[in-house]
């Protein structure tokens, strides 16, 4: 079982930044995969950036360039940049994780944290 529990999430004005963290605890061993989602009412959950085990990174179209996730392993804490924040960017965001048992592969999410981006 893995535990994630998100912070960093506020209210802040276009072009402005932000850092959110997500702590991981339980079995932490057996995470591979960490990274960031976000959802507003009415649309589906979408990807924000995504950082493997290996370090390998990915972000979603819209975020390149301005967003940059980033892994604490010693803390077992995933940090996402997010600078020149865009009022359509908000949106609650999840943390998830993705662990391996060494059958399956299990996922896990946070309970989010809100960004509100005013124009």
């Known amino acids: 079982q893995v535990h994630l529990v998100e912070s960093g999430g506020g209210l802040v004005q276009a072009g402005e930044s932000l850092i959110l963290s997500c702590a991981a605890s339980g079995n932490i061993f057996s995470i591979v995969h960490m990274g960031w989602y976000r959802q507003t009412p009415g649309k589906q959950r979408e990807l924000v950036a995504t950082?493997?085990?290996?370090?390998?990174?990915n972000y979603g179209d819209s975020v390149k360039g301005r967003f940059t996730i980033s892994r604490a392993n010693a803390e077992n804490t995933v940090y996402l940049q997010m600078n020149r924040l865009k009022p359509e960017e908000t949106a609650i965001y999840f943390c998830?994780?993705?662990?391996?048992?060494?059958?399956?592969?299990?996922?896990?999410w946070g309970q989010g944290t809100q960004v509100t981006v005013s124009s």
């Open positions: 950082t493997t085990s290996d370090g390998s990174t």
């Open positions: 998830n994780a993705r662990a391996s048992n060494g059958v399956s592969t299990l996922t896990y």
